[in-house]
């Protein structure tokens, strides 16, 4: 099964730039990486996708290495809003996989 | 545009008990999914649905799980009988097709007693 990993944890200054990584190396060539976020006991939220290309959106920008084994997403300017589990997904394979715990420290 | 509902947000049944979900989608998404989340552990594929037919169900714990998708519309994911280890919240989500990004619903949070 293709799976995902990311790191567990990570913290963030407020107002900073958040980094979160992602592992997919066995990503199949037509399957797009989706990030999603859960805050607290809310349902998954869409974040942004992509397949080959780096994307922006209002919320944030997705880095997708020329392998496309990794990602990264970039939240610009991190708020105490931003705290949230946040998921990497190759959805075609419908795996989320524990995401990452970041904590927006003020 | 309204979101993907669920029904309830909250149950809790003894065990043996049956308990159907409801999942209604976003109002022309062909594709909807079912997930749950099991306490402690990460977010689990149960099944997708394309209009009212499964195209994969490859997710589904055992055959105390039915779910169904009566004209392509709402669906319902039927626990009978439930156990302690059905606990856990269950998300739905629905989508246009492939490419696009899911729309999750807020959740049911079951606990089997």
């Known amino acids: 099964d293709a799976k995902t990993t990311q790191p567990t944890s990570m913290d963030c200054a407020e107002g900073r730039a958040a980094n979160l990584p992602c592992n997919h190396s066995?990503?199949?060539?037509?399957?797009?990486v989706y990030w999603y976020r859960q805050i607290h006991s809310q349902g998954p939220q869409y974040i942004i996708h992509?397949?080959?290309n780096n994307e922006t959106n209002e919320m944030a920008s997705l880095i997708i290495t020329e392998d496309r084994k990794s990602s990264t997403l970039i939240l610009p300017h991190a708020t105490l809003r931003d705290t949230a589990v946040y998921y990497c997904?190759?959805?075609?394979?419908?795996?989320f996989g524990t995401g990452t715990s970041l904590t927006v420290i003020p | 545009e309204a979101g993907v509902t669920q029904f309830p947000s909250h149950s809790v049944i003894e065990k043996g008990q049956t308990v159907t979900l409801r999942c209604d989608p976003i109002s022309g998404h062909d594709n909807l999914y079912w997930y749950r989340r099991v306490m402690g552990k990460e977010i689990k594929f149960l099944l997708h649905?394309?209009?009212?037919?499964?195209?994969?169900e490859s997710g589904m714990p055992n055959n105390r799980f039915l779910a169904e998708r009566t004209g392509g519309t709402y669906s319902t994911l039927k626990v009978q009988p439930a156990e302690l280890e059905d606990s856990g919240v269950y998300f739905c989500?629905?989508?246009?097709?492939?490419?696009?990004?899911?729309?999750f619903g807020s959740g049911t949070r079951l606990t089997v007693v």
């Open positions: 992509g397949l080959k």
């Open positions: 997904a190759p959805l075609n394979q419908f795996y």
């Open positions: 066995t990503i199949s060539g037509n399957e797009y």
């Open positions: 649905f394309v209009k009212e037919s499964k195209q994969d």
């Open positions: 989500a629905s989508s246009q097709g492939r490419g696009s990004g899911y729309t």
